[in-house]
């Protein structure tokens, strides 16, 4: 792949706590990383790849040791518009991504961020872990006090997300081993008797080759 082709003009737009738009600058490069420490491919590469997904692309990202959102979109099919917003906007309340019931992320922010950790897998050679739990006792109740109990108790450098009405997920980075103490560990913080199916991948799997292999384990 030639270097003109990584080429596409960048717009970043800025915005405040309140979602308010500060500033519009064009080809602006930041320097980020990912939620994890992680340079990312500069911004022009980043937009090549949405432009050619033709897709919009949402990622956890730090500048300057602040957690942001970075949020690319393709205009047209020669520009995209990245988006910065501090994580305390209602972005995501906005766009959906949020369970109302819990206020956990939901499925559609979930696989997004499954496809980001198996791609970290794959690329520093380190494990993903995805455990899904079932309640038994699936009342709102029991849901809300579930979902307080694994953020609370989970690193937070993991995601615990509403997956289905009475099903939680809990998506783990690792340097190596099994998920066995992650599955464990979210069986012990439940305050009610769950069910529980997990795989871990070194990011060679897909998306929907964990997802599966997490429902059949919770359903076997």
């Not at 596409?8 to 737009?13: F, M």
């Not at 019931?101 to 559609?108: A, E, I, K, S, Y």
């Not at 849901?143 to 099903?167: C, K, M, N, Q």
Request: proline share 7%; glycine share 8%; hydrophobic share 40%.
């Amino acid at each position: 792949m030639g270097t003109a082709q990584l080429v596409a003009p960048v717009h970043v737009l800025l915005c405040d706590g309140r979602g308010g738009v500060r500033a519009l600058a064009g080809g602006t490069r930041p320097q980020l990383t990912d939620d994890h420490g992680v340079p990312l491919p500069e911004l022009p590469v980043l937009a090549h790849q949405v432009l050619g997904a033709d897709t919009a692309a949402t990622i956890a990202v730090l500048a300057d040791g602040r957690r942001l959102w970075l949020e690319l979109y393709p205009v047209g099919q020669r520009h995209v518009l990245a988006v910065l917003r501090p994580v305390r906007t209602d972005v995501l309340h906005d766009k959906g991504l949020l369970d109302p019931v819990t206020g956990l992320p939901n499925r559609v922010l979930l696989f997004d961020r499954l496809d980001q950790a198996l791609r970290r897998a794959s690329v520093r050679g380190t494990k993903t872990t995805f455990v899904l739990a079932e309640l038994c006792t699936p009342d709102e109740p029991a849901l809300t006090e579930t979902g307080r109990r694994l953020t609370a108790g989970l690193s937070p450098d993991h995601t615990v997300a509403r997956y289905a009405h009475a099903t939680f997920a809990v998506l783990a980075d690792h340097t190596a081993g099994s998920g066995v103490p992650i599955a464990r560990r979210v069986v012990a913080l439940a305050p009610h008797p769950v069910k529980t199916g997990w795989v871990t991948s070194d990011g060679t799997h897909s998306v929907h080759d964990v997802i599966s292999k997490a429902e059949e384990e919770l359903t076997a």
